[in-house]
Nanobody, 123 residues
Framework: QVHLVESGGGLVQAGASLRLSCAAS????????MSWFRQAPGKEREFVAG????????LYASSVKGRFTISRDNAKNTMYLQMNSLKPEDTAVYYC????????????????WGQGTQVTVSS
């Protein structure tokens, strides 16, 4: 069993920055591909960014390219999402997740999820 806990969300104004953290506990962390997803009110959960086990390869949704940066520190069992130039449309609950199989873009491909952290961006 793996437990994931997100933190770092909050209420900010457009243009501000936030840094989200995902702390993992339980079984192995360093050999897992992991991703950030988000879910806005009335919307489906969508892929935001993913990172390989070593951190050497990253993947971003088009909507956040150039603004968000995903990273991980395996020694600390922690994954991060640096969010800059935040926009109101970034408002959502952000989740971290551990990949299982099939397709990294699909939420159904992940086995472990955190509880989520709320990010609200006002204009």
């Amino acid at each position: 069993q793996v437990h994931l806990v997100e933190s770092g969300g909050g209420l900010v104004q457009a243009g501000a920055s936030l840094r989200l953290s995902c702390a993992a506990s339980g079984h192995t962390f360093s050999d897992k591909y992991m991703s950030w997803f988000r879910q806005a009110p009335g919307k489906e959960r969508e892929f935001v960014a993913g990172i390989s086990s070593s951190g050497g390869n990253t993947l971003y949704a088009s909507s956040v390219k150039g603004r968000f940066t995903i990273s991980r520190d395996n020694a600390k069992n922690t994954m991060y999402l640096q969010m800059n130039s935040l926009k109101p449309e970034d408002t959502a609950v952000y989740y971290c997740a551990v990949y299982y199989r099939n397709n990294v873009y699909f939420s159904t491909s992940y086995t472990y999820w955190g509880q989520g952290t709320q990010v609200t961006v006002s204009s």
